[in-house]
């Protein structure tokens, strides 16, 4: 089973920005497709980017334009930056991943991921 830590998680003032990394270790298969999901306090969880082996990407509506995914396969690191941050971004951050290649109407679907993060606290205060 794949092991996924997630990193860079804090407080920060709207409009600020983060960058969140995810490494993956015990890798036995191949990841195909990468994804962050957030839970924010009272809600749940949600599609917030996921990206595949192939570099397509998909975001959610909330934060097209703010947030950016990335992957660099040769440090087995998922990114994700954060930029222009509002209150509403205020969540534990989850880390996603599968073997699967899946393409990008499904990357933000929290069952279609069977490696998971314990995730990391963004706070965004005004």
Request: charged residues 20%.
């Amino acid at each position: 089973q794949v092991q996924l830590v997630e990193s860079g998680g804090c407080s920060v003032q709207a409009g600020g920005s983060l960058r969140l990394s995810c490494t993956a270790s015990k890798i036995t298969r191949t990841i195909h497709s990468w994804a962050w999901f957030r839970q924010p306090p009272w809600k749940e969880r949600e599609g917030v980017a996921g990206i595949n082996v192939h570099g397509r990407t998909h975001y959610a509506e909330s934060v097209k334009g703010r947030y950016t995914i990335s992957q660099d396969s040769d440090k087995d690191t998922l990114y994700l930056q954060m930029n222009n941050l509002k209150p509403e971004d205020t969540a534990v951050y989850y880390c996603a991943a599968d073997v699967g290649l899946r393409s990008e109407r499904w990357l933000l679907q929290a069952n279609m991921f069977g490696s998971w993060g314990q995730g990391t606290q963004v706070t965004v205060s005004l």
